[in-house]
């Protein structure tokens, strides 16, 4: 469920993610495939600071491939490390731990050559509300039932679950806030679902939905109403759905509402296809 943000929720959720780093070696930070930048926490940088991160983009069976494919490319020539997966499928989970080795690699053969002997690699997911997070978790708990209980000489017990022979990663999740200053980021939180619909006005929402097709993915939307062309006015596209769907009041003009609901509908559920809605 949707969480409504507060300073308070904030700074609270800010101190929790906090003390949890102290746990972990490195940070799986997951994204909405379909908006990779708009589902991501604007201050993460700020919050883990050093520590080691991979970006996962979640859901990628919901969002556009060919954009998938572009944005994976755009954060690595970031020197990011970063995945695609697919929770549902466990499509791209193996990568994870491979490439949490591979990053701490150089640190645990420096751990060995002083004659150490390292501990197996401990990871936390993090990330915004509704994009994964405890999809991923009982995924990977599932394939792994051996939880490793808690760990002593930690202050707060924590429950640790094994993933492969080499990672345990911490069973609870770390929940942060999504952007809100910024409008459209607003709006594409609420097709994708990250955020509940009374927080935004509906028919903003679907207007907003029903250009960004309009312009990113026309066919999808002639195909998914029945359209030759599409209307100038939006209010013509409102009008047409509307009719077409059914979404009437007595009198038989359009409601406007019930008809922004069913498109929403529409967009969440994937009836005009895969879509990204931050496009690269
Ligand atoms: P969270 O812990 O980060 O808050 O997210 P959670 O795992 O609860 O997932 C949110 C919704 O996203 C769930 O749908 C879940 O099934 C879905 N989901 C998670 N990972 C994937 C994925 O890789 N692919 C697809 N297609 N869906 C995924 P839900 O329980 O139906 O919730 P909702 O639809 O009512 O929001």
Redesign the pocket.
């Known amino acids: 469920m949707a969480i409504q943000w507060f300073p308070g929720h904030m700074a609270k959720a800010r101190r929790e993610v906090t003390e949890k780093l102290k746990l972990v070696d490195i940070i799986f930070e997951?994204v909405d495939a379909r908006i990779p930048v708009s589902s991501a926490n604007p201050m993460l940088d700020e919050i883990i600071q050093q520590k080691p991160r991979i970006t996962l983009l979640?859901?990628?069976?919901?969002a556009d491939s060919k954009m998938t494919a572009r944005w994976l490319e755009h954060f690595a020539n970031q020197n990011r490390h970063v995945l695609a997966?697919?929770?549902?499928t466990g499509t791209g989970l193996d990568k994870m731990v491979k490439l949490a080795e591979t990053i701490l690699k150089p640190k645990r053969d420096r751990m060995r050559a002083k004659g150490m002997k390292p501990r197996a690699i401990r990871a936390m997911i993090i990330?915004i509300?509704?994009?994964?997070?405890?999809?991923?978790i009982n995924r990977l708990a599932k394939r792994n039932i051996a939880k490793t209980g808690n760990t002593p000489g930690v202050t707060k017990a924590q429950a640790w679950i094994k993933v492969g022979k080499s990672m345990e990663l911490l069973d609870t999740?770390g929940i942060l806030w999504p952007k809100f200053e910024d409008e459209e980021v607003g709006y594409k939180l609420a097709l994708t679902?990250a955020i509940k619909d009374t927080i935004l006005n509906l028919q903003d929402i679907a207007v907003f939905g029903l250009k960004f097709t309009e312009k990113h993915y026309p066919q999808a939307l002639m195909e998914r109403y029945q359209l030759t062309e599409i209307p100038a006015e939006v209010v013509g596209l409102f009008d047409h759905i509307g009719r077409l769907r059914g979404c009437l009041r007595a009198g038989g003009e359009v409601d406007y509402d019930k008809t922004a609901k069913l498109i929403i509908r529409d967009i969440r559920g994937q009836k005009l296809g895969p879509l990204t809605f931050d496009i690269l």
């Open positions: 997951l979640s859901k990628a069976d919901m997966i697919d929770a549902q990330g509300p509704n994009v994964g997070k405890s999809t991923l999740p679902g």
